[in-house]
């Protein structure tokens, strides 16, 4: 608690009187602690915040026993009112004497009737040793013990009271700005006459001006801060602290000495202009300007508004578009696989979905990016968001930069009246998918960089700069890297964007995906052959699970019992599965040897004789192909291996398998 000194020679009345007096003003809101001038001891300091005294002469005594001589104030003191009416009652020029404890203080009553202006008197100095018994009317502040006989009429002013200028004083000195001490000192002034003409006026005037301001500054819903250039909080409202959620009182606290990080991070902001911030759950709307005065910086002020229902009706607006097909219908739990390596990859995409940073999916066509892209937007923050795709590739170059970024009406043939949002506004507060990144032109990356860095983007005509709040993932299935190097992608949007890489195995990487997947493609389970799961396990799927759900949609439609065979296959499996064994074995053995093998099997097949190699050797010879015995023996474990014969211990020999049948009418015989 603040405390007041005063210092007086020791009449306990007056001391009583003072205490009271302040009193009227402060309540009990300051501590009072009151010396005797005589008692003061050299060594002991006055250490209050503010010392009183009652004479210009005590001001110099009192000097050498406070801390800090910056902190006396001599009290002023007046007369109230009502006492003074009573001396202007008396006809003028009338002989007034004047009474009061010595002649020092007697002066001081006439000046500071004078100063009243009560100037048609004659005011006579009382002097007990002169007769001036002739003077029949006296006034004196309170001392009317000391009155002659001989006077008729005592005006007693009573105690003189402290002056409002004094109050004035006092309360700069504590820096109290409590409302019940202005309140007080405002009635006070009425009562009491000041002896400084208009302080009253002034101060009430002033009072009441201030008292306005302060209301419309608390009636705004806006958060209202000033902030001096020494840093000190000078205004601050309610508003403010309801929306920055503080309770303490920060009026006179630099903002430094604030404890709140996240407070203190927004009276920090080196510029903001509509700048908008989250603080805790809330969206805020920040100014910053600065406040000059006479051509120099006085300080900052701070206009902060809370725009979370404006938030909460762009989200809403957003929902809507959702419905207008802006929308990811996936979430991880349709990312079929029983692969661990893809595992791990959903295992950290979902640990990338939280954070909102840029993600790079790689991978290759058809592996399921865009099922990744969705999936990450729909476990992050933003599920709630418009989720746009857009597909760099199938876009049209002369499209791509209006598209993506809008336009301003009239900025080139053919735009529509009123202009258009680009993908990017659309996008606002969600995820934009920019897949097949890899092909977007480069004077639309360097624009695309833009964006990213600023998180703004201005329409194409429009000088106007719009702020947006977008996460981007982008895909390809192109080796950015390489394309960096070959200078195709701009390097520093390589950077960008690869912040959070995934990279989605292809298919034939991850085989043991291929039969879940096609049985989940078709809707009634079927039952596989062997040779068809060879083929389609062989088959490497370069168009990876696009091709695969084709591949399913085709069997489906294709089967005529609930067995699945080569039949049931499109042909270019069953081409590529030949393909492959051809290429295998001809790297072996040379195809002419393995063809005249084969020939001399379905002969033999058809004759119905046994192909054994002893044989087979035999018919060699007499076809007169040189193949040697070992060679023989290589070539039918290789084709029994690729499912191309098949051979059973006995009489039978080898014979062709429908596999074998299919190669030879490949190659032509
Ligand atoms: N693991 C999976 N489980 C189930 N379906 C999948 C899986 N991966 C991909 N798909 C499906 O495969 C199809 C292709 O996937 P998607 O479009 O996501 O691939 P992409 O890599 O983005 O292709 P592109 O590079 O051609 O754009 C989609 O129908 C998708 O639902």
Redesign the pocket.
């Given at each position: 608690m603040k405390t007041i000194g005063i210092v007086t020679d020791g009449v306990t009345k007056l001391e009583i009187f003072l205490n009271e007096n302040i009193r009227l003003i402060f309540g009990e809101k300051v501590k009072i602690n009151n010396y005797q001038f005589k008692n003061l001891e050299k060594n002991h300091l006055i250490d209050d915040d503010v010392i009183l005294v009652m004479i210009n002469d005590r001001v110099v005594k009192v000097k050498e026993y406070v801390d800090d001589t910056s902190k006396i104030i001599k009290i002023n003191r007046s007369i109230r009112q009502k006492d003074i009416y009573k001396l202007f009652a008396l006809p003028e020029g009338m002989d007034v004497l004047v009474v009061n404890d010595n002649e020092h203080t007697i002066i001081e009553t006439i000046s500071s009737l004078y100063g009243l202006g009560v100037n048609h008197l004659n005011f006579v100095l009382y002097n007990k040793n002169i007769d001036q018994s002739n003077i029949k009317v006296a006034v004196t502040p309170g001392e009317s013990n000391l009155v002659p006989n001989y006077i008729e009429n005592i005006i007693d002013l009573g105690h003189r009271y402290i002056d409002s200028s004094t109050f004035i004083q006092i309360m700069t000195k504590l820096k109290i700005e409590d409302k019940d001490v202005t309140k007080n000192l405002i009635k006070y002034c009425d009562e009491v006459i000041s002896l400084y003409s208009g302080i009253n006026n002034t101060y009430k005037h002033l009072t009441i001006i201030n008292e306005e301001l302060n209301s419309i500054i608390n009636l705004s819903q806006n958060g209202m801060i000033l902030i001096s250039n020494k840093n000190e909080i000078t205004i601050c409202n309610e508003s403010l602290k309801n929306i920055l959620d503080m309770d303490e009182y920060i009026v006179g606290m630099k903002v430094t000495d604030i404890d709140n990080v996240e407070v203190k991070k927004i009276f920090e902001l080196k510029e903001a202009e509509d700048e908008v911030v989250k603080f805790k759950n809330k969206y805020l709307n920040i100014n910053k300007y600065k406040i000059n005065s006479f051509g120099k910086n006085t300080g900052t002020y701070f206009c902060i508004q809370e725009i979370t229902h404006i938030k909460k009706l762009e989200q809403n607006l957003s929902k809507k578009l959702r419905y207008s097909g802006q929308i990811a219908r996936?979430n991880f739990d349709?990312?079929?696989?029983q692969s661990l390596i893809?595992e791990n990859t959903i295992k950290l995409a979902k640990r990338i979905a939280k954070s909102d940073h840029t993600v790079l999916i790689t991978?290759e066509?058809?592996?399921?990016?865009?099922?990744?892209a969705q999936s990450i937007h729909n476990e992050s923050l933003r599920a709630n968001q418009p989720f746009i795709a857009v597909?760099c590739a199938a876009m049209p170059e002369s499209l791509m930069e209006s598209e993506l970024f809008g336009y301003e009406e009239g900025s080139f043939t053919g735009a529509l009246r009123g202009g258009k949002k680009g993908l990017f506004e659309q996008a606002n507060n969600g995820t934009i998918f920019l897949?097949?990144i890899g092909d977007m032109p480069v004077y639309v990356q360097t624009k695309l960089l833009r964006v990213i860095q600023e998180q703004q983007v201005m329409r194409i005509g429009s000088n106007n700069i719009i702020n947006i709040d977008v996460r981007i993932i982008a895909?390809t299935?192109r080796d950015l890297f390489k394309m960096v190097k070959e200078e195709k992608f701009r390097s520093d949007l390589y950077y960008r964007i690869n912040v959070l890489p995934i990279n989605?195995p292809a298919l034939k990487d991850r085989k043991e995906?291929i039969l879940m997947?096609l049985q989940?493609f078709i809707p009634n389970k079927r039952e596989l052959s062997d040779e068809v799961k060879n083929i389609l396990n062989k088959y490497d799927w370069p168009g990876?699970?696009?091709e695969l759900?084709n591949v399913a949609l085709y069997i489906d439609t294709m089967v005529e019992n609930n067995k699945v065979t080569i039949e049931n296959l499109p042909y270019y499996l069953l081409n590529y599965d030949l393909d492959e064994d051809i290429k295998n074995i001809q790297m072996k053995f040379g195809l002419n040897k393995i063809i005249e093998v084969i020939d001399i099997i379905r002969d033999f097949n058809l004759e119905n004789k046994s192909a054994g190699r002893s044989s087979i050797m035999n018919r060699l010879k007499e076809k007169e192909v040189v193949i040697s015995e070992g060679e023989v023996r290589n070539i039918l474990a290789s084709l029994k291996e690729l499912d191309i014969i098949e051979s059973e211990a006995g009489r039978k020999g080898s014979e062709l398998t429908n596999k074998g049948i299919r190669l030879l009418n490949k190659i032509g015989r």
């Open positions: 996936y349709d990312i079929k696989t893809l991978g066509s058809g592996t399921g990016k865009e099922l990744m597909n897949d097949e895909a299935n989605i995906d997947l989940s990876n699970i696009r759900r």
